[in-house]
């Protein structure tokens, strides 16, 4: 089959305009989550908000209030300026900016995977930069659905970190020029059994980062929780703040006030997303396992011979079944389901990338040599 | 027994009594027998519990991971034995411990024996609490429907029954139960989403089935694969008639090769393409072959056996697994009898630099002793286009333009009598060393060319033959396998998408409704319109229907609150909108 080399550029255009998307992507969700306090909550995010304000001295909320009452709405013998438009605080901006280039640099990196596909004349998933790009691609689906959904943005900023630096990895380590594949590739199973395993590990990867990002809230929550403890042995909770009038040192303000975490969504939101995610993957799959070990029937003279891929995808797969019976069994819930998850997601990483250019076996079709 | 896992044996008492028994009691001693039953009952339960569960699990994935990280005996027999050699005693220590044999391993299949029995001590009870809960009816509508996560008031305008009906109506799929509570209150439960804990049986039966299975194959499959010359004429074919008459047999532990439902297969021709870059784009093989009625016949079927199209006969598979290039030379011996040998030599690069060995055992005009004189090996490299570079022959393309031969020429004893087992593509290199071999003459020939020895044997290389390995194999169990691992997939899919919820209904007059409309219509007249009051007091007294409405979500609440509220509307419309 003749490759069109010129077409192949092309879609090594869309790749890089696709990266470049993602990183100013990753770039503007990084200024909303760093610029986060203050911002327009999310309904998520309203917990740790009102964690924040119980946290801050009482004279801010009074300020408000009096400065409500203060404002001259219209005196008589003065031109009441007009009001002015509400703008949305600058993070929320860059969100939404976020947003935008990152569904540009979605649909850049579809085109740059269908103008593949027209330049090899194949599936374009049959070297480990096309699935590379697959799974990025499968990845940023995944978090364009919860963002649209829910609005998380700190989402977008955490799963945009792996994707950047897989896009950029796929894109310099692991390109390769648009070729034909070897006979042993030849099957209609190419484009079952990798579709799938791509699709499933990019949305197995957005509910690797909420977990992730789960662990980190959780580890927030606690601090929280023990500085609130201590404050309230100490007693300096209970003398009224606005008497003190100094901005003295007041324990919860230390993790709550300075901690970007506060802005994570809440745990159950979290926990959510990656059970959601993982319900949807890991049928997925499984399925990709089960079309893996049929192609193995034709292909190699067994549907089952452990091979170190097929291996390593029986491990991950076990992983994930022990996650989805953790958050259904009593003391297993939460942060150890979260990082059953995370242990998960770095099996699926391992066998990615591990096995197939370290360790030899019939999966060996990086196309590296 | 300290530890017990709430979800498995919540509401069970301790096994053995506990600490509930006061301490003035005399303490209850049981039997010999009791505490051993009581013993395996604990184990039992322990073993069943998730919490054993998911640590079997992790224990499985966790010894799984040397199988893909270290070599394997299964897989690669030379890289295994590499392994061991370099790694000294701890390779020994690890090769006792099962570590390069991990899936027959002893402790690998404790794990998952246990893990099997766990998930059978689990789903046999799971599977009777699902048939009660099948025959029993729709639990009774709670009292306080307010408390539910769900919950909905609504007015409505209508009798009871009719509301009822319309709701009940409403509630297709949906198995529910209608009652009357005191004061003619009806009330609805209804309950969806069985089919949940059907999926996760059949996942977890599919499991079980699926082990079976693969059981199975092993019992009762094996493989054996071969490598046949392409073109050698119908005396070449090959016939499955015992073990012997493959390279290689790996039979299944209950196979002993007695009954191998016989084929015969030759391979004609073998084509491969290759890009311009020496990429191959495809490998056919032409093949012949007979089974069942035509055996023992001149009938023969032709086919073309292709990478990832294997051929299937009588539930055999016969695989084309890879391929190479067979050397062909002509001796011509000082007494003027010719012989000509070819064997297949083993591809060592991606352009088929090959390594082997051609042995002439027996020499033409020889007898007895002098036989084991006069044994030739032409030791060596073959490559399809060959290229010399340093003095060393390499190959530049995988197809063959330009073949050419660098051998190093034996003659001896080839050492075949000792019975030791002899790789096909090297000499018995203890025979060199005691100098039964003697190493003669080497040279680089092309196709044609020819080298004379010293007794005046002459050694041409004639040209090459092509070779493929072909793979047999054969599994009873493994349609089975197929069938269990669709109705995993299915039973896990059901398992995770379908939500097991619950709905109630209370419908009943309003009481705060009807005193209401009976204090606005009583002291004065709306509107001063005596007829409008009296509609007002009619409606209130016999019509003005509250209905009361809860649910519940057994797993995940979320995404439920969309259906209850089209579930909340089935009171006005009885159409689910």
């Known amino acids: 089959m003749m490759v069109n080399d010129q077409l192949g550029d092309i879609s090594y255009l869309g790749f890089q305009a696709a990266l470049a998307g993602y990183i100013a992507a990753l770039v503007c969700f990084g200024i909303e989550f760093a610029s986060s306090r203050g911002s327009t909550p999310t309904a998520a995010e309203a917990v740790s908000l009102r964690l924040r304000a119980e946290s801050r001295s009482r004279t801010a909320v ?17 031109i009441a300026k007009p009001q002015r438009a509400v703008r949305p605080p600058m993070g929320a901006l860059f969100g939404r900016a976020g947003l935008i280039v990152l569904t540009i640099g979605f649909a850049a990196q579809l085109f740059s995977i269908v103008t593949r596909g027209m330049a090899a004349g194949r599936a374009p998933w049959g070297n480990m930069y096309e699935f590379t790009s697959m799974l990025c691609a499968a990845a940023v689906a995944g978090s364009l659905v919860v963002l649209y959904r829910t609005r998380s943005d700190s989402l977008g900023f955490f799963v945009m970190i792996p994707v950047v630096i897989l896009m950029f990895v796929g894109g310099t380590k692991l390109y390769v020029q648009v070729e034909s594949l070897v006979p042993a590739l030849h099957s209609y199973w190419l484009l079952i059994h990798v579709l799938a395993v791509s699709l499933s590990t990019g949305v197995l990867m957005v509910a690797g980062v909420a977990s992730v990002m789960y662990l980190l809230r959780a ?20 003398v009224p703040a606005a008497d003190t009038g100094s901005h003295g040192f007041t324990p919860q303000s230390s993790v709550a006030a300075t901690s970007r975490l506060a802005s994570l969504p809440s745990l159950a939101a979290l926990d959510r997303v990656a059970y959601r995610a993982t319900i949807v993957a890991f049928p997925v799959y499984t399925f990709a396992v089960i079309a893996g070990a049929m192609w193995a029937e034709v292909a190699w003279g067994r549907y089952w011979g452990w091979d170190p891929k097929e291996t390593c995808a029986f491990v991950s797969w076990v992983i994930y079944a022990a996650y989805l019976h953790a958050r259904a069994t009593a003391g297993w819930r939460g942060s150890k389901a979260a990082w059953i998850s995370v242990l998960g997601f770095v099996s699926v990483l391992f066998n990615l990338f591990v096995i197939n250019l370290v360790v030899s076996g019939l999966h060996s079709y990086a196309g590296l040599n | 027994m300290v530890t017990r896992d709430a979800t498995h044996l919540s ?6 009594g506990g600490d509930s028994g006061s301490p003035v009691e005399p303490p209850f001693r049981q039997g010999r027998l009791g505490r051993a039953v009581a013993f395996l009952r604990n184990t039992w339960r322990q073993l069943t519990s998730m919490r054993t569960a998911l640590v079997l699990l ?9 199988g893909a990280l270290l070599p394997q005996w299964s897989l690669n027999t030379s890289k295994t034995a590499q392994y061991i050699v370099d790694h000294g005693s701890w390779g020994l220590l690890l090769n006792r411990l099962g570590f390069f044999q991990v899936f027959g391993s002893p402790w690998y299949a404790a794990i998952y024996l246990l893990l099997f029995a766990s998930l059978i001590g689990c789903l046999l009870p799971r599977t009777w609490d699902f048939v009660g809960q099948i025959r029993m009816k729709p639990v009774n509508t709670p009292r306080n429907l307010a408390r539910l996560p769900h919950h909905a008031s609504v007015g409505a305008v209508g009798s009871l029954d009719a509301i009822a009906d319309r709701t009940t109506a409403g509630l297709r799929h949906w198995r529910f139960e209608r009652r009357t509570e005191t004061g003619g209150v009806i009330t609805i439960s209804a309950e969806k989403g069985f089919l949940r804990e059907v999926g996760n049986l059949v996942f977890h039966f599919s499991l079980l089935g699926l082990l079976v299975a693969i059981a199975i194959g092993k019992l009762f499959g094996f493989e054996g694969s071969l490598i046949i010359n392409a073109g050698d004429g119908a005396g070449s074919a090959f016939c499955s008639v015992s073990p012997v008459a493959y390279d290689n047999f790996r039979p299944g532990l209950l196979v002993d090769g007695t009954d191998l439902d016989p084929f015969c297969v030759d391979v004609d021709k073998f084509k491969a393409s290759y890009t311009e870059t020496g990429q191959a784009s495809s490998f056919v093989a032409a093949i012949r072959y007979q089974s069942g009625a035509q055996l023992n016949s001149d009938n023969w079927s032709s086919t073309n056996l292709e990478v990832n199209d294997p051929l299937r006969i009588q539930g055999q598979r016969l695989y084309l697994l890879g391929h190479g290039y067979s050397p062909v030379f002509t001796v011509t011996y000082p007494g003027g009898q010719t012989q000509t040998g070819t064997a297949p030599f083993q591809p060592q690069d991606a352009n088929f630099t090959s390594q082997g060995t051609v042995k002439f055992t027996d020499p033409p005009g020889y007898v007895g002793a002098q036989v084991r004189t006069h044994q030739l090996a032409i030791v060596g490299l073959f490559a399809p286009s060959a290229m010399i570079h340093g003095g060393i022959m390499t190959s530049t393309f995988p197809a063959a333009q330009t073949p050419g031969v660098a051998v190093q020429v034996y003659r001896g004893n080839l050492g075949m009598e000792t019975g030791a087992a002899q790789s096909i593509f090297d000499i018995d290199t203890d025979q060199v060393a005691n100098g039964q071999l003697v190493k003669l003459n080497r040279a680089n020939l092309a196709p044609g060319e020819s080298m004379t020895l010293d007794d005046g044997t002459r050694i041409a290389f004639t040209g090459y033959k092509e070779w493929v390995s072909l793979q047999t194999s054969y599994d009873p169990a493994q349609g089975w396998a197929l ?95």
């Open chain 2, 483 to 577: 069938v269990f691992a669709v109705s995993l997939l299915v039973g896990l899919m059901s398992s995770l998408i379908i939500k097991r919820r619950r709905v109630w209904f209370r419908i009943g007059i309003d009481q705060s409704a009807a005193q209401r409309a009976g204090a606005a219509a009583d002291p004065r007249p709306v509107g001063g319109d005596g007829r409008v009051s009296g509609l007002t007091r009619t409606v209130a007294s016999e019509d003005r229907v509250q209905v009361e409405v809860g649910g519940l979500a057994r797993t995940d609440q979320a995404g439920y609150g969309d259906e209850f509220s089209k579930l909340v509307a089935l009171v006005h419309d009885g159409t689910p909108s």
């Open chain 1, 62 to 78: 009074i300020d408000r209030k009096v400065g409500a009452v203060d404002e001259p709405d219209a005196r008589i013998g003065q």
């Open chain 2, 11 to 16: 509401g069970g008492l301790p096994a053995d």
């Open chain 1, 219 to 238: 580890r927030y929550e606690r601090r929280l929780l023990a500085e609130k403890a201590w404050a309230g042995e100490s007693g300096s909770e209970l």
């Open chain 2, 58 to 66: 992790f224990l499985l994935a966790l010894a799984s991971l040397p």
